[in-house]
């Protein structure tokens, strides 16, 4: 290892990853934009023949934007904030700089034949894990690579104790890499089928019950070690540095931490509530998704006292604002969340539109919003420049907010009023109405959704274009900022 | 007893095994501290004070020898 003096951190990998996030975003959200319209329009379905229908391209919008935007968003704020709490830099480590070089030419590669072979309409059919296996296979590379790049900055480490944020790292290098083998164990049929059919299909190794209860593991844990781990890992880092204030509470940030590792795992039975699973599972599934309100409100309420005595900040820097608001949406879907898998209210819920609704108000405002606030910050910081312009921050976060608060009301006005109207019977028992008649009740919410999905992909171009103009055009900076990202 | 009966049995005693092991840990923390064996909050200032030449709040013994060694 080489001495400190004149010794830089190495951001080179972090900034390529910050532009996959920018670019998967625009793909992702604007592909969203144009199901939600289809819903509400759905002339719309027809524009590109089969490769613009609804259900070729609702696998590609939730495959962007988890492993395009939200995964990118990830590594980009890895491999910026890890070098700096562990007070090692890549640059020192140049053997791990390579491979996690060569580990975003694998995701690139293999984030491009995602895209093309959904387009394809090539799938395995699961939810949040359509990648046929050679893909899975390429993706398990690519996860341990990255957790050897990790593990390898760790022990290379000047600062002897790990900060929160890289026990969150940790956590979704570990919970990913053990949900995502096990839910893809698949068998590629051509090897038993004597040449028969295509090279990339294969069948679950599960079937039945035991495949919805492994897919549901996942599919929750998807949101679990995808859209809120990594994500909690952000702001412990990106809230202080910005504003300037140490984690009010670090003991609380351990609490939260173990609370949610040791509850989070077993919440995904709340997908199967009233179908085929045994009883016993289903309550478990309720229960620890109840649970689950105490470490998720832990790191939330821990990063909102983190700004005590500094809520001014909140009115002067938009970051805060985006990480405030981040917290909060956090802290809304993670109350609404159990409020569905309570197992009466999952009798209205499950299968209508409060789902999607409470899946885009946690990963709209949560999700998205953090990793906005992070790359504006570290863009200060990886180009030396200053923040483009200040206002179009202010307005993308205006916009954006309205688009996700018109997106999850019109959710769940459309959802409870598609799950009373599915049960409603007459005196006789009959059901009152037939599919179609909540279809033609919902469309206005579904145009509003539309709406509001438009509203958030205009902000996310705003974004885009702020963060270019950053990059090129941002007055340079002859000093790195402490802490207050500077703008114009 | 059925195996499903029993597969809940154990669900429900695992769970109140944890939630033990949850509150000792919560007690682990703030009796470490009291005690004056570690201070947790100190650990918040690892990302406020991040830049390389920074102090470190805790030197890595490892990486410390081996810088002494060479």
């Known amino acids: 290892m080489q ?23 625009i793909v992702g959200m604007t592909i969203g934009v144009l199901i939600a319209s289809q819903l509400a329009w759905p002339e719309l379905n027809y524009l590109f023949g089969e490769y613009g229908t609804f259900s070729r391209l609702r696998p590609l919008h939730t495959n ?5 935007f939200t995964v990118s968003g990830i590594m980009a704020t890895f491999y910026y904030a890890a ?9 020192e480590l140049p053997f791990f700089n390579f491979l996690a070089k060569l580990d975003f030419v694998a995701y690139l590669f293999a984030a491009a034949a995602m895209v093309v072979s959904e387009l394809m309409g090539i799938t395995a059919s699961k939810e949040y894990a359509q990648m046929e296996w050679p893909l899975d296979v390429a993706i398990v590379v690519y996860w341990v690579i990255w957790g050897i790049v990790m593990f390898g900055m760790i ?13 969150y790292y940790i956590a979704t290098f570990l919970g990913v890499a053990m949900l995502y083998v096990f839910n893809n164990m698949e068998v590629p049929t051509i090897f038993f089928s004597g040449g ?23 599919g929750h844990n998807a949101v679990a070690f995808v859209f809120t781990v990594p994500i909690i890992a952000m702001i412990y880092y990106f809230l202080p540095k910005e504003s300037g204030q140490a984690v009010y509470s670090y003991k609380l940030s351990l609490l939260s931490f173990w609370g949610l590792m040791f509850v989070y795992l077993w919440a995904g039975g709340h997908h199967l509530l009233w179908s085929t699973v045994p009883d016993w599972m289903q309550t478990m599934g309720s229960v620890f998704s109840v649970v689950l309100i105490l470490p998720s409100w832990g790191s939330a309420i821990n990063m909102l006292l983190t700004m005590k005595g500094e809520w001014n900040q909140l009115t002067e820097n938009p970051l805060i604002k985006f990480m405030i608001l981040a917290s909060t949406f956090y802290m809304l879907s993670t109350l609404e969340g159990p409020i569905q898998s309570v197992k009466s209210v999952n009798a209205i819920a499950h299968f209508t539109d409060w789902i999607p609704g409470h899946v885009h108000d946690g990963v709209l ?17 990886v180009f030396k420049r200053e ?20 997106y999850f009301t019109s959710m769940w006005i459309a959802g409870i009023t598609q799950g009373m109207m599915w049960r409603a019977v007459d005196e006789y028992g009959n059901l009152m109405y037939s599919f179609i008649d909540t279809v033609s009740v919902l469309h206005p919410y579904y145009a509003i959704r539309a709406i509001g999905g438009l509203l958030y992909l205009i902000g996310m171009f705003m974004f885009a274009y702020n963060f270019i103009m950053t990059a090129t055009a941002g007055r340079k900076l002859e000093q790195e900022p402490q802490f207050r990202s500077p703008m114009a | 007893m059925t195996m499903a009966e029993l597969q809940g049995y154990m669900m429900f005693f695992f769970t109140i ?32 004070e991040d830049e390389i030449d920074d102090k470190p709040v805790e030197v890595n013994p490892k990486i410390s020898n081996e810088k002494k060694e060479k």
């Open chain 1, 387 to 406: 923040i483009y312009s200040k206002s179009l921050l202010e307005a993308q976060f205006w916009i954006q907010t309205i688009g996700v608060v018109l």
């Open chain 1, 155 to 167: 022990g290379a480490r000047r600062e002897k104790a790990l900060y929160i944020s890289m026990w």
């Open chain 1, 83 to 91: 070098q700096r709490v562990l007070k090692v830099s890549l640059a």
């Open chain 1, 3 to 25: 001495s400190s003096a004149a010794l830089e951190y190495d951001y080179s990998v972090a900034k390529l990853y910050m532009w996959t996030t920018v670019i998967f975003g």
């Open chain 1, 196 to 218: 028969v059919g295509a090279w990339y299909h294969s069948v679950s190794m599960y079937a039945g019950t035991n495949d919805a209860l492994v897919q549901w593991w996942w």
């Open chain 2, 17 to 48: 095994f944890l939630v033990v092991i949850l509150y000792a840990y919560i007690l682990h923390l703030y009796r470490s501290e009291k005690k004056g064996e570690r201070d947790y909050e100190k650990y918040g200032k690892i990302a406020i």
């Open chain 1, 365 to 381: 405002g949560w999700v998205a919003f953090m990793i906005f606030a992070a790359i504006m910050h570290m863009s200060t910081r």
């Open chain 1, 64 to 68: 962007v934007v988890i492993y395009g």
